[in-house]
């Protein structure tokens, strides 16, 4: 075992190997590398990202349900309102138009009345007159009896 | 044999692995994506970013080179330590009937073969003192040799302790690696020899050595990146 040239053939080989890995093998590599830890990175960055957004598109929806109930349990209760408005509105109409109508029946009913009592009265007189000529039997002046009569029936 | 030799099975199967390694990276790019990966690009990312973890926990400077200095070294490395878990004479045997020599001698594991593992200690010894010199400046660099740790008047013994601390850098850097595997190798060789027993034995070390294999080449990475993290960094 002795030492000689190997030694700087040895030298050589590896000053020109190391300098092609520098070259041509280091670099490549670990520029994969690192683009690929950057792609790795983004990835997880997106997905953190869209967690987010989900996040706050539930929130969103959530807001969005609870408000367009509340929305729907007030048009409920307004509609609710106005129905009880329109049915006091009509019980008042029908009110009002039966006392209407028990006033003109009242009315008619009086009026009735007063047009059978006339006619009474002037049968009365009619009775009275021919009662009166039964019982006299006698000529009067009939001018002076009508009055009379007449007179009678107006305080009947 | 005199210095101008060359070993030329062990530099031989160093490139091998070597063109083996940036080859299997460089076509598995050419298909790569920042998508989802398949198999074998999983299989790379995993080494790339082991790599890179340790280099971002240790490595507090800024320099582009540390990186691929780190892969480089712990991918081809591992690739010639795995070479010792092929049965020891496979390669041998192979070499001998290409070349037609039944005695031809072939070291099939690179990491046995002590200037192999010297010329990638010699490599980062270098780029330490390149940076030491680039970052720190010359005269600063000289000065944590001479004026350190017991300021300027004890300068001969601030240079006896200084200097060997940092020649142990390459020293440790090239025997470690070279030792683990000569020895390895040689227990190898040696189980070889005992016949039927050989089998349980060698699986015992083989999978006892599928750590050191490992280990070793990880054991350089992280000398590599912390020795160069010092050469960033005033260490006093």
């Given at each position: 075992m002795n030492l000689n040239a190997t030694i700087i053939g040895q030298l050589i080989a590896f000053a020109v190997f190391v300098m092609f890995c520098m070259k041509y093998v280091w670099p490549p590599i670990t520029a994969i590398l690192e683009e690929r830890q950057n792609k790795i990175a983004d990835g997880l960055e997106a997905a953190e990202r869209a967690q987010r957004d989900l996040n706050l598109a539930q929130n969103k929806a959530a807001d969005e349900l609870r408000a367009a109930k509340q929305q729907g349990a007030e048009l409920i209760e307004l509609a609710n309102k106005r129905a009880n408005q329109i049915i006091d509105e009509a019980k008042d109409k029908a009110r009002l138009e039966g006392q209407r109508l028990i006033a003109a029946a009242q009315a008619e009913i009086t009026m009735e009345t007063q047009r059978a009592r006339e006619a009474l009265r002037a049968q009365v007189a009619a009775i009275a007159v021919a009662g009166a000529e039964k019982i006299l039997e006698s000529t009067i002046d009939q001018a002076a009896n009508e009055e009379l009569i007449n007179k009678l029936a107006a305080e009947l | 044999m005199g210095f101008w030799a060359i070993n030329v099975d062990s530099m031989m199967i160093s490139l091998l692995l070597g063109v083996l390694f940036l080859g299997l990276f460089r076509f598995c790019i050419s298909k790569a994506t920042s998508g989802k990966p398949g198999g074998l690009q999983n299989f790379i990312e995993i080494i790339v970013e082991m790599v890179q973890t340790n280099v971002k926990n240790t490595f507090f400077g800024k320099n582009d080179l540390i990186g691929p200095l780190a892969l480089t070294i712990f991918c081809w490395i591992f690739l010639m330590n795995t070479?010792?878990?092929?049965?020891?004479d496979i390669i041998p045997l192979f070499a001998q009937w290409v070349a037609g020599d039944p005695h031809l001698y072939f070291k099939a594991?690179?990491?046995?073969d002590l200037n192999i593992t010297a010329g990638f200690a010699i490599g980062v010894f270098f780029l330490i003192i390149y940076y030491s010199i680039k970052v720190k400046g010359l005269g600063a660099f000289l000065g944590e040799f001479a004026?350190?740790?017991?300021?300027?008047?004890a300068l001969p013994l601030n240079l006896l302790l200084e200097l060997p601390g940092f020649f142990a850098k390459f020293v440790s850097l090239a025997l470690r690696l070279y030792g683990n595997f000569f020895a390895g190798e040689v227990i190898f060789l040696v189980i070889a020899l005992?016949?039927?027993?050989q089998l349980p034995l060698h699986f015992g070390w083989s999978v006892f050595h599928i750590l050191v294999v490992t280990l070793q080449a990880y054991l350089f990475m992280m000398l590599t990146i912390v020795y160069m993290n010092q050469a960033h960094q005033s260490s006093h």
């Open positions: - | 070479m010792d878990l092929i049965p020891v594991v690179p990491t046995t004026f350190h740790p017991f300021g300027k008047w005992l016949g039927y027993w």
